[in-house]
């Protein structure tokens, strides 16, 4: 399959990054298992087992003590890695960026002891890890979760519940964001690592979606914690979230951008194979204004993905640039991926053909981690102030 590797040279990558990129490519190539899974439980922890094997699940943790590939997470690393997974297989990025969406605030604001015993195995592929924000009544409105979390000497109750959280029903253990009420609204919140066998924590519903991988809703009914398993002080969980976020943001755009990349790919293909009309497809200029369109939307994509990703590992705050690269490239590969499925003709809509498999697998990226939508308000509130800064209003 066409791929070509010369945006590797931006300045935004150092040459580690260049070849880790390149590994993996070869990686993939070879490793992944091949066809469609029946069970895509099984598929998602064999994926976890082989990424920690190979050592890839290094680079979602932070901290050489505890597995990870550094002492901070490189997100471009992140990216690239997202991005390759992407390329190949929807499901190994889906179990590769769980690991670290799962494990991060444990990265950001674990304990020792808490790094120990969750991100060691996390990056061995040993323990399966899951984010637990959502609620069936708070989606966008993060703050408005009512998910509590009731203080009883050294542990905590939780009641209520989690709602479409990724590697639910085969997590080891979930980070879960409750309500404790320090304050109103946002400033109420606390985070829990939760382990998948705690009385009171159950597997309410197991989801379906337009691709698959596991999802689920989650109860919470008297599920007692203990105060050891909250993660940074009370009250700090809306900015736990966010800050975890604002690392995995990116990546959701880097894992757009490759399967944008493979959706070019595959129309290349058939548009310079298909013939018609006594020429190629690709021969008609009405194809070659769409693939023009797709190359540009898809470098314009990259661009902000890893200035974003660039930036983080720079020390910077990217809550504005990170919210830019996820709208765009979610966006961009959303209309990428059309364009190709409109080349592959009735063959692009065939079930589990490349491209029909791409449609439905970029869809949900437009609306987690922040719809778009929410990354428009963050873009417009950021902009705003920059502007009322400079004018001192
Ligand atoms: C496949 C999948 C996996 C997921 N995995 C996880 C997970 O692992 N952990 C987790 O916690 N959650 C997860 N989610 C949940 C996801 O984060 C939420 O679906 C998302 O935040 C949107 O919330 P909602 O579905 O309640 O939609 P709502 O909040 O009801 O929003 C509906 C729509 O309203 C629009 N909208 C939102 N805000 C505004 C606004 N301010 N102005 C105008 N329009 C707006 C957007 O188009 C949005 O799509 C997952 C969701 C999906 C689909």
Known sequence: MYHDPGWLD?????????????????????????????????????LVRRLGAAGWLRYTVGGVAWGGAGEAIDTRALCLLRETLARHSGLADFAFAMQGLGSGAITLHGTPAQKKRYLTRVAAGAAI?????????SGSDVAAMQCAARADGDHYELDG??????????????VVFARTGEAHG??????????????????????????????????????????????????QGFRIAMQT??????????????????????ALARATSRRMFDQ??????????????????????????YRAAWLRDQGRNVTREAAMAKMQATETAQQVIDAAVQMWGGLGVVSEHPVERLYREIRALRIYEGATEVQQLIIARQTLKAFRDAAGT
């Open 10 to 46: 931006w300045p935004f990558l150092d040459p580690h990054h260049r070849a880790l990129a390149r590994d993996l490519e070869g990686w993939c190539a070879t490793q992944l298992p091949k066809g469609h899974p029946q069970d895509t439980d099984a598929a998602c922890r064999d």
């Open 186 to 235: 946002s400033r109420g919140l606390s985070a829990f690592i939760v382990d998948a066998e705690t009385p009171g924590l159950e597997v309410a519903e197991r989801i379906p979606v337009i691709a698959p991988h596991p999802l689920a809703r989650l109860r919470f009914a008297g599920c007692r914690v203990p105060a050891a398993q909250r993660l940074g002080e009370p009250g």
């Open 245 to 266: 976020l604002d690392i995995f943001r990116t990546s959701v755009a880097a894992a757009a951008l490759g399967f944008a990349r493979r959706a070019l790919a595959e």
């Open 161 to 174: 519940e989690k709602t479409c959280i990724s590697n639910g029903g085969i997590a080891d253990f979930y």
């Open 129 to 137: 890890a899951a984010f637990a924000l959502s609620e069936p009544d």
């Open 280 to 305: 190629f497809l690709s021969d008609f200029q009405i194809t070659q204004a769409k693939l023009a369109t797709m190359a540009t939307g898809i470098d314009s994509a990259a661009l902000l993905t």
